[in-house]
């Protein structure tokens, strides 16, 4: 059986390609802070996570804060900050920054909020995929890339969960995502999960959730639980589960 190596994706630290098949055997079994470490040590100074500072952000960044002190220099945060997200993320982005002594770099688009709705107008707002599309790719998708690209990542841990996205059900711990590997410690971690580590390690919880909110993106685009509708339905006005962030190319691209 021919082994699931990737080429034209980035190797390991020490220049040797990665082998999916048996990344997968090993990682599978594992914690999620074992998994952590595992790309930690796999790929060095290659390696980052990505945050949203949402509802369940401060599960996996809290665990980036103890490989920090383990490994004895910081694990490097990426968060997408797209301009049009809550005051209540931006405090609390400010609050888990302090708390966990992270190693914070804001990713933005090259195009400002005022210049994008001056040429494209208001993209969230005209109930059409195309435009929510070209919205997540400047505000979100290319942001994050070319944050990648000038960090050297080759390799960066998101805080996905299988649960939330019928995307993400179809997710392996470890994928191939836009010529770069990505990581999923928590994909198979249940609500329950997270509320239990966060109440072990005294975790505060994002402002918004006791407004009934079990996900938070842009002020737009997020909505409080409410009836059947929950979770990742409440986002981008129920066109779509997925930003695009997660998704192996980018929208509109043969995606």
Same mark, same amino acid.
């Given at each position: 059986m021919q082994?699931? +190596?990737?080429?034209?994706?980035?190797?390991?630290?020490?220049?040797?390609?990665?082998?999916?098949?048996a990344a997968r055997a090993l990682l599978?079994?594992?914690?999620?802070?074992?998994?952590?470490?595992?790309? +930690?040590?796999?790929?060095?100074?290659g390696f980052a996570l990505t945050t949203s500072f949402g509802i369940q952000s401060a599960v996996l960044l809290h665990m980036a804060s103890?490989?920090?002190?383990?490994?004895?220099?910081?694990?490097?945060?990426?968060?997408?900050?797209t301009g049009y997200l809550p005051p209540e993320t931006y405090q609390y982005a400010e609050r888990l920054v302090q708390q966990l002594q992270l190693q914070l770099v804001v990713a933005q688009s090259a195009m400002s909020p005022a210049r994008m709705?001056?040429?494209? &107008?208001?993209?969230?707002?005209?109930d059409q995929l195309g435009d929510l599309e070209l919205y997540h790719r400047i505000r979100k998708v290319e942001p994050l890339d070319r944050a990648l690209t000038d960090l050297a990542v080759t390799c960066w841990a998101?805080?996905?969960?299988?649960? +939330?996205?019928?995307?993400r059900k179809a997710m392996e711990p470890l994928d191939a995502v836009r010529q770069r590997w990505s990581l999923r410690p928590l994909l198979s971690w249940s609500k329950r999960d997270i509320y239990y580590y966060m109440e072990e390690h005294k975790l505060p919880q994002h402002p918004l959730f006791e +407004? &009934?909110?079990s996900t938070v993106g842009d002020w737009h685009s997020s909505a409080p639980d409410l009836g059947d509708v929950s979770g990742r339905a409440t986002r981008f006005g129920g066109l779509q589960q997925e930003c695009g962030i997660h998704l192996p190319g980018l929208m509109g691209e043969g995606i």
């Open positions: 082994m699931a +190596q990737v080429p034209a994706l980035s190797p390991d630290g020490t220049g040797r390609p990665i082998d999916l098949d599978a079994p594992l914690s999620a802070q074992e998994r952590l470490s595992w790309a +930690q040590s796999t790929f060095g100074a103890e490989l920090t002190a383990n490994i004895g220099r910081p694990v490097t945060v990426i968060w997408v900050d709705e001056a040429l494209h &107008g208001r993209l969230w707002e005209t998101s805080g996905v969960r299988g649960s +939330q996205t019928d995307h +407004q &009934g909110y």
